[in-house]
């Protein structure tokens, strides 16, 4: 369950420029059917779980610069999935921070690496990159946020009326709510579920 609650580093406060709702996992990560053995890396499931993590505790601040420093280790063009994975948790930190310049960035860097991600993590990480990039743009490109809204509801059809109800938030057009989802994972032949869910600030913010 989440509750609402106000926007903001660790849950304090509201967000300084317009991040109208968080985009929060609601579950630890799903590795999948072989447990991560066919991730691209060992670095790559523990930097997800501690993005995870951060995320569902609300602690923006501490987890920013650890991302950071993943990805400043790894040099210049690197495109590991550690690295994916650290831009993309980045990315929403900054996003539920407020800094909507800085998260959509990160996000769009990450968009391209995630295709080399097998069926069920690719699945869970890509549904919340979109989310975040639909959120990250509603302010001020509309049309922008719209076409990731499409895309991501054909990733997810069964949860195409909770994604235009989150779009409709973080435009300012939806009052207070909380929205949860659950996510079948696109791979067949597995029962394992990743579940999501976005807070709606109880507060109003001004987007952009």
Same mark, same amino acid.
Do not use: W
């Given at each position: 369950?989440?509750?609402? $609650?106000?926007?903001?580093?660790?849950?304090?406060?509201?967000?300084?420029?317009?991040?109208?709702?968080?985009?929060?996992?609601? =579950? =630890?990560?799903?590795?999948?059917?072989? $447990?991560?053995?066919?991730?691209? !890396?060992?670095?790559?499931?523990?930097?997800?779980?501690?993005?995870?993590?951060? &995320?569902?505790?609300?602690?923006?601040?501490?987890?920013?610069?650890?991302?950071?420093?993943?990805?400043?280790?790894?040099?210049?063009?690197?495109?590991?999935?550690?690295?994916?994975?650290?831009?993309?948790?980045? $990315?929403?930190?900054?996003?539920?921070?407020?800094?909507?310049?800085?998260?959509?960035?990160? &996000?769009?860097?990450?968009?391209?690496?995630?295709?080399?991600?097998?069926?069920?993590?690719?699945?869970?990480?890509?549904?919340?990159?979109?989310?975040?990039?639909?959120?990250?743009?509603?302010?001020?490109? &509309?049309? !922008?946020?719209?076409?990731?809204?499409?895309?991501?509801?054909?990733?997810?059809?069964?949860?195409?009326?909770?994604?235009?109800?989150?779009?409709?938030?973080? =435009?300012?057009?939806?009052?207070?709510?909380?929205?949860?989802?659950?996510?079948?994972?696109?791979?067949?032949?597995?029962?394992?579920?990743?579940?999501?869910?976005?807070?709606?600030?109880?507060?109003?913010?001004?987007?952009?």
């Amino acid at each position: 369950m989440v509750d609402c $609650g106000q926007g903001g580093s660790n849950g304090q406060g509201q967000n300084q420029q317009g991040a109208a709702i968080e985009v929060l996992p609601a =579950s =630890s990560f799903d590795p999948g059917p072989n $447990g991560g053995a066919d991730l691209p !890396e060992p670095t790559f499931l523990i930097v997800v779980r501690e993005c995870y993590a951060a &995320l569902r505790a609300r602690s923006f601040d501490a987890l920013a610069p650890k991302m950071t420093a993943i990805i400043e280790s790894a040099g210049a063009g690197a495109d590991s999935g550690a690295v994916v994975a650290a831009r993309l948790c980045r $990315g929403l930190a900054s996003l539920n921070d407020g800094a909507l310049a800085e998260a959509a960035r990160d &996000l769009d860097t990450a968009e391209g690496g995630l295709g080399a991600l097998p069926g069920d993590p690719k699945h869970q990480l890509e549904l919340l990159l979109l989310r975040g990039q639909m959120v990250a743009s509603a302010g001020q490109r &509309l049309g !922008e946020a719209s076409a990731y809204l499409g895309r991501a509801a054909a990733l997810a059809p069964g949860q195409a009326a909770q994604l235009e109800q989150e779009l409709a938030a973080a =435009s300012g057009a939806s009052p207070t709510t909380t929205v949860p989802s659950t996510t079948s994972p696109a791979t067949t032949g597995t029962s394992a579920t990743s579940t999501t869910a976005t807070t709606v600030p109880a507060t109003s913010v001004t987007n952009g």
